[in-house]
């Protein structure tokens, strides 16, 4: 799936998100999400691992019960290296087809989303036995074929902006 222009636009305009960066990662999190919240170190992680490779990483918040003061409060308490933008409106969520948090997609240089789904396949660290994230990340990084480009994201469900009917 190819990221249509006005949604790299609304990447560039939320953080700087340059597609011609070899590897974008999306990231949708929450605040509350006792889920998310237990990937907070693990994305910390990814981050200071593959920032410095020249992955570009946008975390996101697109639920609309949570607000940017909760965000950037949440973002101060856990110490997250990374900004967090808000999702106003779930644009990207709807975009992407994001679910839950934490969700992650990435996406190679043209912008094409070459993974979509879970972090790892386990909430709890000492039980993961598939980094499909990092698997994602290192395939493209070296140019080769994501071995899984689709796995099943867990958490709590994304709590949407409701829609004019």
């Known amino acids: 799936m190819r990221v249509p222009a006005k949604l790299a636009l609304c990447l560039a305009l939320m953080g700087g998100a340059a ?31 593959y920032a410095p490779k020249g992955v ?7 639920n609309q019960n949570e607000s940017r003061e909760e965000m950037e ?13 808000k ?11 994001a ?6 997609f990435v996406l190679d ?5 070459r993974y979509h789904g879970r972090i790892d396949d386990a909430q709890n660290p000492a039980r ?4 499909s994230l990092r698997l994602a990340i290192d395939a493209v ?12 994201a867990f958490g709590c469900t994304i709590k949407r902006v409701r829609k004019a009917s």
């Open 128 to 131: 993961v036995r598939q980094n």
């Open 56 to 62: 570009k990483f946008e975390f996101l918040n697109a």
């Open 109 to 113: 240089r043209e912008g094409v989303v």
């Open 141 to 152: 990084l070296a140019g080769r074929d994501v071995p899984a480009p689709v796995t099943k």
């Open 99 to 104: 679910e839950y948090t934490p969700e992650s």
């Open 19 to 49: 597609f011609g960066q070899d590897v974008t990662v999306v990231v949708f999190i929450s605040t509350v999400c006792p889920v998310s919240n237990s990937y907070n170190l693990r994305m910390k992680e990814l981050f200071q691992d």
């Open 73 to 85: 409060d949440h973002a101060r308490r856990v110490g997250y290296p990374f900004p967090v933008s």
């Open 87 to 97: 999702d106003a409106g779930n644009v990207m969520a709807d975009r992407l087809g």
